[in-house]
């Protein structure tokens, strides 16, 4: 029997919420604008912490704004990210789940690294600090990793494939791959997915704290004088549809998610190799049809690290050859922080802006060229230019690369 063609997946609606803001709008602005959002940490033990700086969600956001009340109770903070970006997702698509059983059709996958971390925090605080006799009742609908995937399917009706990728800091664009497979296969005719994370818990940062790849000032990616990665928590959740799907209701295309490339390095657990960061960018050029000379942009991973800046560099420059010299790269991660799980996501949020606008946001922080890091890293002040087609990079502890390929909508 004759295998049918595959679907092209397009993104319809997209929402976030971020250290830049709540809101798509917001992330986006402020990424323009190459403003970064990290600042002093907030925190009940601030004064117990080496990390001193953060990429946080501002304080004005409000769980309860747009959530029922009567779920909040059920909710980590990692979940109140992602309803609420999921929210914005599926009101800028126009979907309607319920239509024509299009809930039965539409698959959920979301990425986090941690999970419910601010849950787990806050009771084993109760049960060893505070010799606590029992935990809270809802402790495990909190923690528990599909959570957030779970409460998106419950709130919209959702009924098709619904689970979550837990693969460190390329959860998100694992996420989105999996689910935009599905769409291409036939298995869905749309899909709510992405990636969100809260990990700013005392447990979590004394832990990023001993592993000795925080930065003590701000985050400079490709700088010669680079200090570490800056923590950030967030979300950023999309509606994916079948080209058809969206064509046949008239949908606003907002980019096409072309291709995809996932592999793994299969040296070390924390070490990250140019080659399999490379053979990730190229399974996705190939996968969306894409030459090298058709990328304009790269939004990079670009963590700030001594390591990872220099090894992305030369992975880029494996994969594109000669026309690593006429790409712009950019790490927004100088802005909104390194959200680890939902980082992909968030970026997400910026290839299409960039893809859409053609405005290539900036690296922010970048004073001081190294020259290990020798690329284009459009330093400090967004660009204008054309954008035809763009790969958006996640590479993870545990030698995980996750690739997307996006093009504009045609």
């Keep these: 029997m004759q295998a049918l063609p595959l679907r092209r997946v397009v993104i319809t609606g997209m929402g976030a919420i971020s250290p830049l803001g709540v809101g798509a709008a917001a992330l986006w602005q402020g990424l323009r604008e190459g403003r970064s959002a990290i600042g002093p940490l907030r925190h009940p033990d601030a ?10 969600v501002p304080v004005s956001f409000d769980p309860a704004a747009n959530l029922d009340e009567r779920i909040l109770p059920t909710l980590d903070r990692t979940s109140e990210f992602a309803l609420h970006a999921a929210r914005e997702a599926v009101a800028q698509s126009g979907l309607e789940f319920a239509n024509h059983g299009l809930g039965l059709r539409t698959a959920v996958v979301v990425g986090t690294g941690v999970g419910g971390e601010t849950t787990q ?20 609908v909190r923690l528990m990793t599909n959570a957030s995937a779970s409460q998106i399917s419950i709130a919209y009706g959702l009924r098709g494939p619904t689970f979550a ?25 749309a899909a709510v997915t992405g990636g969100t994370e809260a990990c700013l818990t005392y447990g979590a940062l004394r832990a990023w704290e ?55 390095d299969a040296s070390d657990i924390v070490m990250p ?24 942009y790269i939004n990079a991973h670009g963590t700030g690290t001594q390591a990872n800046d220099v090894t992305e560099t030369k992975a880029i420059r494996l994969a594109f050859g000669e026309h690593a010299n006429r790409l712009a790269v950019s790490s927004t991660k100088s802005m909104h922080g390194h959200a680890l ?20 946001p900036p690296t922010a922080n ?7 890091c020798d690329l284009d890293y459009v330093p400090n002040v967004a660009r204008e230019m054309p954008v035809r087609a763009v790969l958006s990079n996640s590479f993870a502890f545990g030698g995980l690369n996750a690739v997307l390929a996006l093009r504009r909508a045609l």
């Design 47 to 56: 004064e117990r912490l080496r990390v001193k700086v953060a990429a946080q």
């Design 121 to 140: 925090d806050e009771q084993s605080r109760r049960l060893y600090g505070e010799n606590a006799q029992r935990a809270h009742p809802l402790t495990i």
């Design 165 to 189: 990728v837990a693969s460190a800091c390329a959860s998100a664009n694992h996420a989105i791959i999996q689910a935009a497979q599905m769409i291409r296969c036939g298995m869905a005719d």
């Design 210 to 264: 001993a592993m000795r790849v925080l930065a003590d000032d701000t985050c400079r990616p490709f700088s010669a004088n680079r200090r570490g990665l800056v923590l950030g928590e967030g979300a950023a959740i999309f509606v994916l549809e079948s080209l058809e799907h969206a064509r046949s209701r008239g949908a606003t295309i907002l980019a096409e998610l072309a291709g995809s490339g996932m592999t793994a």
């Design 273 to 296: 190799s140019a080659e399999g960061a490379a053979n990730a960018m190229r399974q996705a050029l190939d996968d969306a049809g894409l030459a090298p000379q058709d990328v304009d």
């Design 341 to 360: 799980g939902a980082s992909g996501a968030l970026e997400l949020v910026a290839a299409i802006g960039a893809l859409r606008e053609g405005v290539v």
């Design 366 to 372: 970048l004073d001081r060229v190294d020259p290990a």
